[in-house]
C-alpha cells in the first residue's frame, strides 16, 4: 500500500488546482499555490469525488445496481455473472482513500489553526468528520476490515488492517460526537459544500440519520450497541423530503451524474432493466416503474432483460429489451445521500425491534409515500398503491427489506447492503455465475496484494473471495 507514503503530497498538488463554491460550476482550475489552499475547496472537492465513485461505473453501475437486480448487462456480461477479482475495485480504493479522505484529513487540520468563532470551527470540523465517516462506511461496508487507525499517517507505509466490528463502534463514537457538538446558532462554510451550503441545522439531522442507518446495519450483530446508538439518532431525524441529503452533479459534462456520462460522453450502452424488477413491480402495480425504465421507438412496452446471461445471448435480446430511464440518466440527477424515505424505514424497524416505542405500519406507510413523492408518483397514486400492499406485521422484515429495495433504485450500492444484512428480497443466482450465491464482500484490490501483503494477510489469505459475509451481516 505504498500510496498512503505520498498521500500528503498527492492531495496538496491535486487540490491547489481547484477553487470552491456552493455551486460544482467553480470546480475549475485555480493557479493558487498549495499552500493557500482553502479547506473550502478540499471540502468540494472530496464530496464531488466520493459522490461521483459511488454513483459512477465501478461502484454503482457495473455492481450495485448489477447485485440487487435492478440492472443486468445487455453485452460484456462478467460482473453480472460475479466474474470479478483483485483488478476490480483498485481504483476505487485508491481514489476513496488519497482524494477523498486524505484530502478532508487536511482540511481539518487547516481549519484547527484557523482564528476566529471556536463555534463555527467546531462545526466545520464536524461536517468534515461527517464525511469521513461516510467514506470508510463505503469502504469497509465493501472489503470488510480495511486500514482505518493507520489510513491517514504519512509515517505508516505498510498501513495495518483493524476489524469491521472496531472500525463501525469507532464511527459510530465520531458521529455521536459530531451530532451532539453541532452549533445550529453558529455558521460553518460560507461555501465549499455542495449538499447543504453549510446550513448547520440540515448537517445535525444528516449525522443523526447517518447514524440511524449505521446502528441499524449492526442490529443482528450488535443488538444491545445498535439500540443504545438508535436512542440517541431518533432525537433529531430528516423529517421530510425537503431535508433529505442529495449530491445534485452539475450540467456540465465534466461535473454531471456519472449515469449520464457513461452514455453521453463514453458513448455506452451497456445495460437494460432487469426482468425481476419488471416483473415484480408490474405484479404489485407499482407506478414507479414508469420512472425506473425507458419506452421509447424501439421498445415501445417496458420489457426487463433476463438477469446474468452470456454475452452471446445478452446481445441477441439487446435491442428488444428496455433501458433505464431517461431521468435518472440525465445530467443533473442526484446522487441520494441518505432520503426521508430510508429513515422512515429505519424507524419502522426499530419500532419492530423494540429500540424506539411507535407504530411500524405508521412510519412504513410514510416511508412509501415519500418514496413516491420523491420519484414524481401522485398522492392519489401513491395510496392506492399502499391500500394494494399493505404493511405486514407478521412478516415485516421482507415488507421493510421490499420498499426499501425499491426506494434505492439508482444507488445500487447502498442497496447491496441492505439486501445483504435483511436477506431479502429473494434473488435468484444466474445460472452462470461464478460463485454459488450473490457476492457478499468485494475483493481486496491488487495494490494491496502487490503492496501490503503482510498486513492484508492478517485479515484474509484469499483476497479475492466474494462470498464470506462481513461482520454485521451475520444472517
Known sequence: MKLFKQLGLFAIITISFYSCSDDLSDLNVDPNSATSVNPSALLSRAQYVLYDRVHGRNLNLEWGMLMVQYWTQNEYTEESRYDVDENTFNSSWETIYTEVLNELKIAKELISVETGSEAVKTNKLNIIDVMMVQAYLILTDGFGDIPYTDSLDSSKTLPSYDSQESIYKDLLLRLKSAATSFDTNAGSFSSGDLIYGGDVTHWKKLTHSLMLRA???????????????????????????????????????????????????????????????????????????????RVDDKVPTIIGMPYGLSDEAASNLKSTRSRPSDNVRSATSPHVIISHAEVKFLLAEAYERGYLSGSAETAFNAGVISSMEYWGVSTTDATAYLTSNPYDSANWKNSIAWEKWVNFYTNGYEAWSEFRRLDSPSLAV????????????????????????????????????ITTKLWWDVN
Open 215 to 293: 446502528a441499524m446495519r449492526i442490529s443482528d450483530a450488535d443488538s444491545e450497541l445498535a439500540e443504545e446508538y438508535v436512542i440517541t439518532a431518533a432525537t433529531d431525524l430528516i423529517s421530510s423530503n425537503a431535508q433529505q441529503a442529495l449530491f445534485v452533479f452539475d450540467s456540465a459534462i465534466e461535473r454531471s451524474n456519472p449515469m449520464y456520462r457513461n452514455v453521453v460522453e463514453d458513448s455506452r450502452d451497456d445495460f437494460c432493466v432487469t426482468e425481476y424488477l419488471v416483473d415484480e413491480l408490474t405484479i404489485t402495480g407499482d407506478p414507479r416503474l414508469d420512472m425506473f425504465a
Open 430 to 465: 444466474p445460472a452462470l455465475a461464478e460463485v454459488s450465491t450473490v457476492p457478499s464482500r468485494l475483493p481486496y484490490p491488487q495494490s494491496e496484494v502487490s503492496n501490503n501483503s503482510a498486513q492484508l494477510n492478517k485479515a484474509t489469505t484469499t483476497p479475492g473471495e
